[in-house]
């Protein structure tokens, strides 16, 4: 499993109050023991708004995850070239647009994403209702690489959604408690626009949403897309990330083997020896 939406909230590194909010501490010590169950062999950590643009705490987070871990991140709107270069090597791979709870000017992000992207490859990553999303079309559309967090939100944004999916976005399978929609509907129709859309991820600890990932939510995950399960869990995520490919177990690890052979092979038994040897064969009787 690869959790594309994970946010640490590490009581060392600085908190910033948004509307009136701060979380819980919620470590990666926490997060582990959450998840013991499950194979967690990489993930996403994304920056929240109450982390504003610190660095420190997400350095030292990708520090201690180790490999298969990568960070989306909101950068101050005058960060340097050599800053984004810095991060990309402590394993940044994104920037995040958080529209829906941090005031921003739209344009000068755009700005900044073009040139992370020219630099070191970053996409963009949207915090967003979904019903902003026709309004930020010209935006949107100078952006080379974009993902949507939390299935776009709403209902009432799912056919701009769609849209962008068509064209190459990709979409996090996070946040149902925190969604205004039919969850499984909208799983179903994002992946028929684009098999490789959708990319799971926990949102753990789910801050202010309506409720907290639930492990069912990866079973509803996989009544939907079946058979695409693992790409969905983690192989959209690994290429959208620009990681290597997962290493998987075969489906069949013990394949069937010959029986064995004895060293008394089954020989025929002679005619003579049957029951009822010497006896024709009677017909069966006509039933009128």
């Known amino acids: 499993m690869f959790d594309a939406h994970v946010h640490i909230i590490d009581p060392r590194f ?6 009136g909010y701060l979380p819980d501490p919620y470590t990666i010590a926490d997060y582990r023991k959450r998840m013991e169950h499950f194979h967690v062999r990489g993930g996403a950590v994304v920056s929240a708004s109450f982390q504003g643009s610190d660095q420190s705490y997400l350095k030292a987070a990708l520090a201690a995850l180790g490999d298969g871990w990568v960070g989306v991140t909101r950068l101050d709107l005058d960060a340097t070239d050599d800053e984004i270069i810095e991060l990309d090597r402590a394993g940044v791979r994104a920037l995040r647009f958080n529209l829906k709870r941090a005031a921003a000017d739209i344009t000068e992000m755009t700005l900044q994403a073009l040139r992370a ?16 999303l026709a309004s930020l079309q010209p935006v949107i559309s100078k952006l080379p690489a974009l993902s949507i967090d939390h299935l776009g939100m709403s209902e009432e944004g799912l056919p701009y959604l769609l849209d962008l999916v068509d064209r190459g976005a990709r979409v996090k399978a996070t946040g149902f408690g925190r ?29 202010r949403a309506g409720r907290p990932f639930r492990d ?12 695409d399960l693992h790409a969905v869990l983690e192989d959209n995520a690994r290429e959208f990330y620009r990681l290597p490919v997962a290493d998987r177990p075969a489906a069949d690890p013990l394949p069937t083997t ?7 092979p089954t020989v025929p038994i002679p005619r003579d020896e049957l029951p009822g040897a010497g006896e024709h064969t009677r017909p069966l009787p006509v039933i009128e």
Do not use: C, K
């Open 14 to 19: 600085p908190l910033i109050e948004n509307e």
């Open 117 to 132: 992207h020219e630099l070191a490859g970053w996409h963009v990553e949207l915090y967003i209702d979904g019903q902003m």
């Open 179 to 207: 969604v205004d929609m039919d969850v499984a509907e909208t799983l179903r129709r994002i992946h028929a626009v684009n098999p490789g859309a959708l990319m799971f991820g926990s949102d753990l600890p789910g801050t």
């Open 216 to 227: 069912a939510d990866v079973e509803l995950i996989w009544q939907v897309v079946g058979a």
């Open 258 to 264: 010959p029986i064995p052979r004895t060293d008394n």
